[in-house]
């Protein structure tokens, strides 16, 4: 059976710092880019960062950028996504989200809330 489970959202200040983690099991998890989403009240869900299989490569959307960190632990299949500075604006429900490379597989988590508020 498929599963991505989300961890680690929850309420900030902003200009805290949260880390999600995404834990994955159910398929070959090193066979599967891994990608964060998030989806604000009354907004359509938008990428937020991806890593290659290997980890090599990371990519961040320019909202997030030079703020948050993914990464992605190939042996414990776990990614992660290192939250800093958080805005208002970043709060939203947080998914993860499986590719598979050379497939049209692909998963989602059930997301994770996370809320920046004074």
């Known amino acids: 059976q498929v599963q991505l489970v989300e961890s680690g959202g929850g309420l900030v200040q902003p200009g805290g710092s949260l880390r999600l983690s995404c834990a994955a099991s159910g398929f070959t998890f090193h066979y599967y880019v891994m990608k964060w989403y998030r989806q604000a009240p009354g907004k359509e869900r938008e990428w937020v960062a991806g890593?290659?299989?290997?980890?090599?490569?990371?990519d961040y959307a320019e909202s997030v950028k030079g703020r948050f960190t993914m990464s992605r632990d190939n042996r414990r299949k776990m990614v992660y996504l290192q939250m800093n500075s958080l805005k208002l604006e970043d709060t939203a429900v947080y998914y993860c989200?499986?590719?598979?490379?050379?497939?049209?597989?692909?998963?989602w988590g059930q997301g994770t809330q996370v809320t920046v508020a004074s």
């Open positions: 989200k499986a590719e598979g490379m050379g497939s049209t597989n692909e998963y």
């Open positions: 890593v290659t299989i290997d980890g090599g490569r990371k």
